[in-house]
């Protein structure tokens, strides 16, 4: 079983910028691809970045709505990704879940709980 704590959301200015934290715990995540999406009121939830492991590190991607203002990564000793967000937009709020995904036959994807990010205009 594997337990996601989302972290690090809150109110900011448009421009601003945020730091979102996701710490596992139940077991080591460094072979899943850690992820975030993002559900803003009234629409559908969308996928925001993704970290997939490698044998050197980890695979970024980013939403194109993203690019070039979020920045992923993820730190494995410490079962924790990070999600860098920068010259944040009104369009930009939603509350933000971590997602954890083996990514093989029969495995299950885990979810935090979510944290609210707020960009004011």
């Known amino acids: 079983q594997v337990q996601l704590v989302e972290s690090g959301g809150g109110l900011v200015q448009a421009g601003g910028s945020l730091r979102l934290s996701c710490t596992a715990s139940g077991r080591t995540l460094s072979v899943y691809t850690l992820a975030w999406f993002r559900k803003a009121p009234g629409r559908e939830r969308e996928f925001v970045a993704s970290a997939a492991t490698t044998w050197n590190g980890f695979s970024p991607s980013y939403a194109d709505s993203v690019k070039g203002r979020f920045t992923i990564s993820r730190d494995n000793a410490k079962n924790t990704v990070y999600l860098q967000m920068s010259s944040l937009k009104p369009e930009d709020t939603a509350v933000y879940y971590c997602?954890?995904?083996?990514?093989?036959?029969?495995?299950?994807?885990?979810w935090g709980q979510g944290t609210q990010v707020t960009v004011s205009s």
């Open positions: 997602n954890a995904d083996r990514g093989v036959l029969g495995s299950v994807p885990y």
